[in-house]
């Protein structure tokens, strides 16, 4: 089975604190996203990945960059946290060359931002 | 854009009743549509999927067919469970590496 694991459960952070958020997937995908999940507005894209190194905007980058040193692990970076930003993050992974492969999810991080 | 539309929740049934989640979307060209199931605590899990018109996706008394003309992919159950209680999520294939989401129904059933 597909595992994706989401290293942190639960993170508090205060305004203008620097927030990394890890993910690493243990199926060697290619392809690997952040969402985040807001009631009443389901899961909107933040960034993905489609190899090491590289990276590609979602629908709503603003305030938040990426890393993708291996290709295992996908790290989500907010520069500076504000409180629009406490939501739940969701990353996801799917192998590369089958366009009709589903996205294999961690279980989430909820972040508040006080 | 793309975009996907579903109904509103939550809704409330009790156990055996039937299930309709609707789900209709925007798209360019002719997407893959798939229903993902989320449990409370945990992560999205795909549910079932169809990837072309008249294709009907299924899995655990869980269906949906692929409406090209009414652009829809509504999600059915004869008979449900209290375990089936969670958000469902319809979503459609842009491009080759992104899904478009809609927001979320939320099944609550009851025994």
């Known amino acids: 089975d597909v595992k994706v694991t989401q290293s942190s459960r639960y993170l508090v952070k205060r305004t203008g604190e620097k927030v990394f958020l890890e993910c690493v997937q243990d199926m060697d995908h290619e392809n690997m996203f952040w969402y985040r999940q807001d009631p009443g507005l389901g899961l909107r894209l933040i960034y993905f990945?489609?190899?090491?190194?590289?990276?590609e905007k979602g629908d709503i980058p603003e305030g938040y960059s990426v890393s993708r040193e291996k290709k295992e692990r996908f790290s989500l970076i907010l520069e500076s946290a504000s409180t629009n930003q406490t939501s739940m993050y969701l990353c996801?992974?799917?192998?590369?060359?089958?366009?009709?492969?589903?996205?294999?999810f961690g279980n989430g991080t909820r972040l508040t931002v006080t | 854009g793309d975009s996907v539309t579903q109904m509103e929740g939550p809704v409330t049934l009790s156990e055996e009743a039937f299930l309709t989640i609707n789900c209709t979307y925007t798209?360019?060209?002719?997407?893959?549509l798939f229903w993902y199931v989320q449990y409370p605590g945990e992560g999205l899990q795909l549910l079932l999927k169809a990837t072309k018109a008249d294709d009907k996706g299924s899995n655990k008394g869980f269906e949906a067919t692929y409406r090209k003309e009414t652009t829809s992919f509504h999600l059915e159950k004869g008979s449900v469970q209290v375990s089936d209680s969670a958000v469902y999520f319809c979503a459609l294939r842009s491009g080759y590496n992104k899904l478009i989401f809609g927001a979320g129904t939320r099944l609550a059933v009851h025994p």
């Open positions: 996801a992974s799917s192998p590369s060359g089958q366009e009709n492969s589903p996205l294999h």
């Open positions: 990945s489609y190899d090491v190194k590289m990276k």
């Open positions: 798209a360019t060209g002719y997407p893959s």
